[in-house]
């Protein structure tokens, strides 16, 4: 008897071989196979008549071959077919065509689906490269799947083999067995009050839609079906969060004291009055101190918005409860400056705190003699890079751990590694700048607190953001000068260090965006032309030469980029903020976390080529004093659609929050948060973006389920529920470890 969980290999019409190419797209049970959803519908029921097409939108339609021709162009062959539809007609054309020739015969049907454009002569339209289906005449069960109804439209499993057509037989056929078999995986008493179909119904709808269905609906994966599926899948990954937050709370952790002692202790080192906000994020850090259990807490706060003062202050808790504090930051140049300040401000308290930086760079000698002291019991406060992870630095009695990340997720389940197996949990705060949106970042680190600095220390002038292009480079470069005249500071970004060759940008995502290469000209010759014409990005290195010698000369230069060691860069950088540098030539090196504040000016060369993201980092290294800073987004070359979208949100807005929310929409969640390094799983059918209110549903339906645990399911159900969750974070969360 066939079942969810049987092996694809057993399904009919399915042997080894296609088990194989399945497996690659991990595909290897029932279950996989029927959760491979449909990525559009066309509406073969109500098929668009050619005279209601629009130019610029993407249609599907139906009609007859009337005939087809394989141009011989000079370029290229072109494939050219006519599908027509009464008296009116489409023009369908494929480059490079010649192995369509002889697919089609006149009089079939065929459904084509692509972009409406219009076509040369005026009269009538013409799509470039639809896609297309032959439709069937005659067989029944085909037909059934095939026309009249509308019908799902798979990505393919592989080559042309394992088409939308081979699926949707499948599948059908799948559903058709397993008719009566397809055990639910919620409890009924959730299903009821959110008035979703059973899992056996939604499958069934999500593939083939009962006629009826609003074709809006379903392209936007928003039909009851739809919600039902994701919603399931959201469920259980909000339930594993959630438990595992309850687990960990149960936990031996530290209970810190906060007596009028270490308040004064506090109020030694204060150099300003902290923001209200930063208060309100003190007082939950504090209030999670104070409890026995261990504190998992993110800090999210926009860059400039004052992050370090509120972690400085929770060491100094911990190190006044008697216990040593570390901080991680994720780059050398960061930790050294985090150890500077936060060196400095400890010298302002009547106390000696001993406090000791270990990054990978130093000296054997100085790691040596600087890991005992941290295994000793002689510092209290250790500022490092991952080097405090990596090499397992033991220390004496730790309460306290705050992972700078910045942008980056990567280090936020590795942190326990730190941990002697006997010692009580130390407390973990994690700071990031990414503004992730709030209910977003409490869905998804649902294990973590959140605490956000939503406010800006006050004094700081909004900073004034231009995007020109270079041919404006004079006017730019003239107006660093006049800043540098006026005692200021500037930062030049470009994003590679060395040009020509191999232009290797130093971005950490934003990958140079492929343009879609126009298929007007010879698609050979376009070729070797963006080869040899491929215009070279200016570059850090080069460009320091060149503005030394040209519009930045006399002006005291200097230029950091990652190939320089550390020890390189931390002179380049003490220079830098002593004002004995008056432009810095950078990389993307210098985005995180650097605070330089009489530097008010930030250019970024090539702006198009980088994500909003880093931009907006980039653009918190000015504007932290109290004189008026800029920021000039030049670009160079050709600007695409994107990057035009990227950098008018720039102009427009400082927010960001409301930057990362576009992000988000522009570039997809997995790589906003970089799925891999972030840990977050990979999803069969929700998506963070579009389906956030389903996220929060989830959230909330887990919650209550866990607390209420004698009404919202009964026993059995418990039983399935359990079952499922633990397959569920196995199969697809593994990355975030179902601990
Ligand atoms: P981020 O959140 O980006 O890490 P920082 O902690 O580097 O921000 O703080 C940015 C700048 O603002 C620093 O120069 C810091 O000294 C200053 N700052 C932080 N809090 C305040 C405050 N409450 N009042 C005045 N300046 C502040
Ligand atoms: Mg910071």
Redesign the pocket.
Known sequence: MLGLDTHVQFVKGIGPNIANSLAAKEISTVEDLLYHLPFRYEDRLHPMPLSELKPGEMASVIGEVRGTVLLRTRSMPIFEMTVGQGISSLKCMWFHGTYLKDKFQTGQMLAVYGKVEPSRSGRGFKMIQPQVEVLPAGDDESELLEVGRIVPVYESLGGNKLTSRWLRRIVYNLLQELEGHVPETLPKALIERLALPCREEALRSVHFPPAGTPMTQLQASATAAHRRLIFEELFYLELGLELKRRRFKERAGIGFETSEKVREAIREIL?????TA?KNALGEIVADMRRPSPMRRLLQ???????????LQAMLVAIENGYQAALMAPTEILATQHYL?AKKLLERSSKRYRIVLLTGSLDEAVKKLNRSRIFQGEADVVIGTHALIEEKVEFDKLGLIVV?E?HRFGVLQRFRLMKKPSDAEPDVLV?T?TPIPRTLALSLYGDLDLSV?DE????RTPIVTRQVSDERADEVWKFVREQIGRGHQAYVVYPVIEGAKDDQPELDFAPPEAEPEPMKKSGKKAKTQSLFEKPSLKAATDMYEALRAGSLAGLRLGLLHGRLDSDEKEVVMRRFQRGEIDVLIATTVIEV?V?V?NATVMVIEHAERFGLAQMHQLR?RVG??AAKSYCILMTGGKVSEGAEERLAAMVRTQNGFELAELDLQLRGPGEFFGTRQAGLPDFRVANLVRDRALLELAKKESARFVENPDTEGTETEKKIVRVRLREAWQRRYGLVEAG
């Open positions: 150099p300003f009055h902290p923001t930063q706060g926009d860059v400039g918005s004052g992050k370090t003062i509120v972690a300040a700078d910045q700071m700048a600095l800006l220390p006050p004094g976390g605070d504040p918190g932290r004093g």
